[in-house]
């Protein structure tokens, strides 16, 4: 399969607004189904939070706090890393609509445990029962992920899978923020944290129901006589596949890299957010409102305009300005309280410059995405993603625990502007290469 460069559009598509998309029926439906799932799976996280601090304040001080919330994020995320080599595999083996339609209603199952979770059961067998469950719920939510994505090349038209990319990114974000920061903090004080849980049960069963009308996809025929360790070893050569290809290629490699270092990004800007707000730009914790507010605008601004930039640029070359440009912004936004010591300008500038990264980190997701699923073979897509999987949130876990400690070291801004120099040099160095090619 060609890259997305040479993917040619019809005319008609060259003029399409970016609402053209949710107008047709199959990309629409597996949208709805993103939408629903993927907010609904955000505030089942933040609602296992809210349980084990219910369980913490009922047993006292006989539980250390700060660890059992720990455990919590770890029994959801872990999967992330263990499960994720296999769900490619699944992916690509299975079809991948019965695969969305069985983890939605395996997650809805999931959640029906957690409403079972009783006070007055001990602390030690509640936290094990929300443990287990969140651990198996995140598992099987490792499977919807390489399907979603691996489905959407399927049901878009020709032309617009930047466009798709784009939206489907959006949608991620949006529901990121309306799991964690509305339907978590907003909804469960009004309605009770059970009432949440009863609704994502609601939602997760109509996504199943959705996913029915989606395209059926013809996986790897498995044959039932054959032997478990044959099995295995097939299961083991898909992975080892996918990971072949995933090397091999070029286009392939970048896009997983690009990805992965957009991710971690973003996580490094996430754990030192509140501290520049707080010790470099002197304000209130509560104002980092200030600067997520314009980043969020900066991505929906990237998506309108991603498609339209790849047009003209190539998506290849507008990931490498994008990263290029986002190394700059981190840079610049180190520099603030130097450039402008009146709090109100640098609040200014660093407002601008969040929403400067917003837009940058769109153009650099979308085009790389849709690269990652143009080159993958489509009979392997779900193992190239799954591979894209697994090193993203095995790299993730680096600026969690990493960030903090070297802004402890060296100061946050000199972590900022290490991050903006790295990713400048990458970019550079890409640009070069693709000179070189030319």
């Known amino acids: 399969m060609g890259s997305i460069e040479t993917i040619a559009p019809r005319p008609e598509e060259l003029t399409a607004r970016p609402g053209v998309l949710l107008r047709q029926r199959p990309f629409l439906v597996l949208w709805l189904v993103q939408t629903l799932s993927q907010t609904s799976q955000n505030a089942v996280n933040f609602a296992l939070l809210v349980l084990v601090q219910g369980v913490i304040e009922r047993a006292g001080s006989a539980l250390p706090a700060n660890t059992a919330v720990g455990l919590a994020v770890l029994s959801f995320s ?28 395996l997650r809805a199952l999931a959640v029906v445990g957690l409403l079972f979770v009783e006070a007055r059961w001990s602390p030690l067998a509640a936290l094990s029962v929300i ?70 049960i609601l939602f997760f069963v109509l996504s199943a129901v959705l996913s029915v009308a989606l395209p059926r996809t013809h996986g790897h025929k498995v044959s039932r006589a054959i032997g478990f360790r044959a099995l295995l070893a097939g299961v083991r050569r898909d992975m080892e596949e996918g990971v072949r290809l995933s090397a091999g290629r070029r286009l392939l490699r970048k896009a997983i890299a690009y990805l992965a270092v957009a991710t971690a990004t973003y996580l490094v800007i996430a754990a030192l957010g509140p501290g520049y707000v707080t010790r470099v730009l002197g304000l209130a914790k509560e104002d980092i409102a200030y600067l997520v507010i314009p980043a969020g605008l900066g991505v929906v601004l990237g998506t309108l305009v991603v498609d339209a930039v790849t047009r003209r640029v190539s998506a290849e070359r507008t990931a490498d300005l994008a990263l290029l440009i986002g190394g700059l912004l ?38 790389a995405q849709a690269l990652l699923q143009s080159e993958a073979p489509e009979y392997a897509r779900g193992r190239v993603l799954a591979v894209f999987f697994t090193v993203s949130n095995s790299v993730a876990f680096l600026p969690v625990f990493g960030a903090g400690a070297l802004a402890d070291l060296f100061g946050i801004t000199a972590v900022l502007l290490g991050t903006g120099m790295v990713l400048m040099i990458a970019a550079l160095w890409q640009l070069i290469l693709g000179a070189q090619r030319a």
């Open 330 to 367: 981190l840079a610049a936004l180190a520099v603030v309280p130097d450039l402008f010591p009146e709090k109100a300008m640098a609040l200014a500038a660093a407002i601008v410059l969040a929403a400067l990264l917003g837009l940058a980190d769109g153009l650099v997701r979308a085009p």
């Open 131 to 200: 443990y287990l469950l969140a651990f198996a719920s995140g598992t099987v939510g490792q499977f919807f992920g390489p399907a979603l994505w691996s489905l959407l090349p399927s049901v878009v038209p020709a032309g617009q899978l930047v466009r798709a990319n784009a939206l489907f990114n959006l949608t991620f974000t949006v529901s990121q923020l309306a799991g964690f920061a509305v339907v978590g903090p907003l909804v469960i004080k009004l309605v009770g944290v059970r009432a949440v849980l009863a609704a994502t």
């Open 78 to 105: 872990v999967p992330a890393v263990l499960v994720s080599p296999l769900s490619g595999v699944a992916a690509d083996r299975f079809d991948r609509r019965t695969l969305l339609i069985v983890t939605n209603l």
